[in-house]
């Protein structure tokens, strides 16, 4: 177990990076709270699903935008909603991304809505691709503690 | 784990359901729940969660629900819950927008939460259902009842705890309405104060005529019987209202069409021109509070006011048209129309509250009637009722109801004293007119405020009622009534006066607001006397009073009518002819009300002169009171009075009604020899009322 404890700071740290960085922010501390025994893979399991309705929303962002005649109130509903759940765990960028998007949508504003998906999806690949790094570690870590 | 064995560990394992359309988001919060060691189930449609629930009710005791959801709006799902299950829901949104905050609590939502949800928030929405289950009587668990405390009185008990349970909360609204009934009076104030104890007071909400539509609307669509609270604020959706508002309305409107209803009857045994006017008015009112369906009313009431007898009241003077109107009318169960509801919801409401207050029953009574008669437009009758109520000496006396009352009643008994109950129409209706909104403060609205309202004299009792703000509505659907000729009784409807010409009525229309809910009620009234048959709006609100009227002079003066009235006066004079004996005095004090609408005042005044005329069974002239046409004289003058003051108000305000009164009025000036004799209204001392 000695040789996790490496791999466990690591861990620790790279989390406390995201956190910096503000990739992450205080709601995923409450997912991570919400896993326990009971409930040993609940933070990947919501981030997975967290992954799986973004892409599907960003999909769906994407060919709203490419429309000839752009349905606002749809745009906005989707952006509405990738806030929603990523607010929920925590992802703050984009979050925060999508917030100026929906400003955007309310402008009607396609130059900047198309920026701004842009821009969500720039912050949400990248936080994906942290968190994803992040369970990779913990499977380890788990792994390795047999 | 039992039923049992959650309750005692209440709050863990209570039951939730959550509802949310984004999966990551449902199921953080599952985990965020079951965190708290509550049971949950969950869904992302609101479809699936509304089966579920209504499976079985029993099996949740709290909702979480997201707003924005594809399959349904979150609002929605709100709003049929806790219609058909009533158990609190909590609503969920990434928006924190205070629009939809409002749109929330106005919906019945017991909490809003913004994403993402934190733990420590969730941890506490176990109070939501303590909460609910302590107001609700029906609760085993401890309810609370007691917590609340005497101090709500039992009207802020009845009201909150109406609000919670639904039939649960019925009965011991009910309860508590018999129980303070004597409390009537002070239930007002009380109602609303003591509406919620637990809470801090909460502002007086003024029950203003368009509201108290919405109210009696409710109402009806629930079946007054199965009217909560909570459901009625639901269906009202009206921003910033609370269920303790709605439920101490709700408790004074039962209380009102008690009183209609017993004014009634004793506006039938009255005969007396007083009683007349109260009971009209309180019919009214009573027809207008629980717009029974406003179709119901205006037949059930007319019929029962021909029944009563009152009709034949009504040819007493001039008040009697009014009076029986609502005795009739007062039969009418508070069924409110839905039309009358809106309208009429506020007059009822007052004169529900009015009739305790007021001595005089009659006239509410008779305005009841009235209410009763525009079914749809009952509303507007209402109003007119409600004058009549207010006119009522009683009225005024009835201190439960807002300031208004009592200005409508001032305002009939400024009304020319000939009129007697016919003035208090007036007044009623001037005051209505004025202030309808204003009801509480406002004196007597008297015809003055007719001008726009002319029905002010109808409509100002009721108005007085209901927070005269409503009754301004309430007015102005009742002047729509008078319009009715062309349409079901406006007077539910904010009378804008526009068509009133047709109606006499239309008063309401002009600008009252009142004119809603007064023209109903005078439409109501006459209207419910047959005038039922004919439909017209008109009929109903003149049926009030002009089927009072009608009957007797109706015929004449509603010939001048027609012409001019348009449909109005046909309608007053349809209806009225067959009320003729009792209607007449309907009629008269329709067309009294009718004036008040209109500021064609001739022409109410024709109707006011032909129902005076018939009213005294002299002839029609009455109706024709037209502007000059005092000769309404008491018992017409009552009639003509509020036709006159109709006028005066009329003229005033109603720019349109002008128009359209114009014509009618020259005829009934043409006609005035009905109305020299009988109408002698004491030259509307409900022009001097507005």
Same mark, same amino acid.
């Given at each position: ?50 992954? =799986? ?84 570690? =913990? ?8 | ?48 969660? %509304? ?10 005791? !709290?909702?979480?629900?997201? +707003? ?87 009207? *802020? ?31 007002? /104030? ?20 368009? %509201? ?6 409710? +109402?009806?669509? %629930? ?9 009625? @604020?639901? @269906?009202?959706? #009206?921003? *910033? ?13 039962? &209380? ?57 009241? &009504? ?28 309208? @009429?919801?506020? !007059? ?66 400024? !009304? ?7 003035? @208090? ?31 002010? #004299? ?72 047959? !005038?039922?048959?004919? *439909? ?29 009235? %348009? ?11 067959? +009320? ?15 004036? +008040? ?9 024709? #109707? ?46 109603? /720019? ?35």
């Amino acid at each position: 177990m000695d040789g996790m404890v490496p791999l466990q700071k690591q861990i620790l740290d790279y989390t406390a990076s995201l956190f910096q960085e503000g990739y992450l922010d205080d709601q995923f501390n409450q997912l991570q709270e919400l896993q326990d025994e009971s409930n040993p893979d609940f933070v990947v399991e919501v981030v997975t699903l967290f992954f =799986e309705d973004a892409d599907r929303l960003l999909n769906e962002l994407s060919k709203a935008l490419v429309q000839e005649s752009i349905d606002f109130r749809r745009l906005d509903a989707h952006v509405h909603q990738l806030k929603g759940s990523s607010s929920s765990i925590g992802a703050q960028r984009v979050q925060r991304v999508c917030i100026s998007f929906r400003n955007c949508c309310q402008e009607q504003n396609i130059e900047g809505c198309l920026k701004s998906l842009q821009q969500v999806k720039h912050e949400y690949s990248l936080v994906k691709t942290k968190l994803e790094t992040l369970f990779q570690m =913990e499977e380890q870590l788990v792994a390795g503690r047999g | 784990m039992t039923v049992e064995d959650q309750i005692d560990r209440f709050p863990v394992g209570m039951r939730v359901l959550a509802v949310d359309d984004d999966p990551t988001c449902l199921k953080v919060l599952e985990n965020l729940l079951r965190k708290c060691q509550y049971h949950v189930t969950t869904t992302n449609q609101a479809i699936e969660a %509304l089966r579920m629930l209504r499976e079985n009710r029993n099996k949740f005791d !709290l909702v979480i629900s997201d +707003v924005n959801m594809p399959d349904m709006d979150g609002f929605k799902l709100l709003e049929l819950v806790g219609l058909e299950m009533d158990l609190p829901v909590i609503m969920l949104s990434g928006h924190s927008d205070t629009k939809l905050v409002m749109k929330g609590v106005t919906h019945g939502a017991v909490d809003y939460l913004l994403k993402p949800v934190r733990i420590e928030e969730l941890k506490n929405i176990w109070q939501h259902v303590v909460r609910k289950k302590n107001f609700d009587p029906r609760d085993q668990n401890k309810a609370s009842n007691d917590k609340r405390g005497p101090n709500n009185a039992e009207e *802020g008990n009845q009201s909150i705890m109406s609000d919670d349970g639904g039939d649960q909360n019925k009965n011991l609204g009910k309860k508590r309405k018999d129980q303070t009934e004597e409390e009537e009076d002070d239930g007002e /104030g009380n109602g609303e104060d003591n509406d919620d104890p637990s809470s801090q007071k909460k502002p007086r909400v003024v029950w203003s005529v368009e %509201l108290h539509r919405k109210f009696v609307a409710a +109402v009806n669509q %629930l079946g007054l019987d199965k009217a909560v609270p909570k459901k009625i @604020l639901d @269906l009202m959706n #009206v921003e *910033g209202l609370t269920r303790e508002n709605v439920a101490s309305h709700l408790q004074k409107y039962r &209380l009102y069409l008690k009183k209609a209803t017993q004014q009634a009857s004793m506006v039938a045994a009255l005969g007396s021109t007083d009683s007349y006017l109260r009971m009209g008015s309180i019919d009214g009112y009573a027809e207008f509070c629980t717009p029974t369906g406003s179709g119901r009313i205006s037949s059930n009431a007319l019929q029962s006011y021909a029944s009563s007898g009152i009709f034949g009241r &009504l040819n007493s003077p001039a008040s009697l048209s009014m009076r029986s109107i609502s005795s009739s009318t007062l039969i009418q169960p508070p069924v409110q129309p839905p039309n009358l509801n809106s309208t @009429l919801s506020p !007059l009822g409401n007052i004169q529900a509250s009015i009739f305790p207050a007021n001595q005089t029953p009659g006239l509410l009574h008779g305005i009841p009637t009235s209410i009763e008669l525009n079914q749809s437009k009952q509303n507007c009758t209402t109003g007119i009722t409600q004058v009549n109520q207010v006119s009522c000496s009683g009225f005024t006396a009835a201190s439960g109801f807002r300031d208004s009352r009592h200005t409508v009643g001032t305002a009939s008994n400024s !009304l020319p004293s000939a009129a007697s109950s016919n003035s @208090l129409m007036l007044q009623g209706n001037s005051q209505q007119t004025h202030n309808l909104g204003a009801f509480r403060n406002q004196p007597p609205v008297r015809p003055a405020s007719f001008g726009t309202d002319s029905f002010d #004299v109808g409509i100002c009792g009721p108005s007085n009622m209901l927070d005269y703000n409503r009754c301004n509505e309430n007015w102005q659907n009742a002047a729509q009534l008078s319009k009715f000729p062309a349409h079901p009784l406006p007077l539910c409807e904010p009378f804008n006066n526009d068509p009133l010409p047709s109606t006499g009525i239309s008063v309401t229309n002009t600008n009252t607001h009142i004119g809603h809910s007064p023209v109903d009620y005078s439409s109501r009234v006459a209207i419910s006397i047959p !005038l039922e048959d004919t *439909g017209n709006e008109l009929q109903r609100q003149e049926g009030l009073i002009g089927n009072i009227l009608q009957s007797s002079s109706y015929t004449t003066p509603s010939q001048r009518w027609e012409e001019h009235k %348009l449909e109005y006066s046909q309608n007053l004079s349809r209806p009225f002819n067959s +009320v003729n004996s009792e209607v007449s005095l309907s009629r008269v004090t329709s067309s009294l009300g009718h004036n +008040v609408n209109q500021k064609n005042a001739t022409c109410s005044n024709s #109707v006011d002169a032909s129902f005076v005329a018939q009213l005294s069974g002299a002839p029609p002239s009455i109706t024709r009171c037209t502007n000059d046409d005092t000769t309404l004289k008491s018992n017409d003058a009552y009639i003509l009075e509020q036709m006159k003051s109709q006028d005066g108000f009329i003229q005033n305000n109603f /720019g349109t009604l002008d128009d359209i009164m114009v014509p009618i009025v020259k005829r009934e000036q043409n006609e005035s020899t009905f109305l020299d004799g009988e109408m002698g209204f004491e030259a509307y001392p409900v022009g001097s009322c507005i």
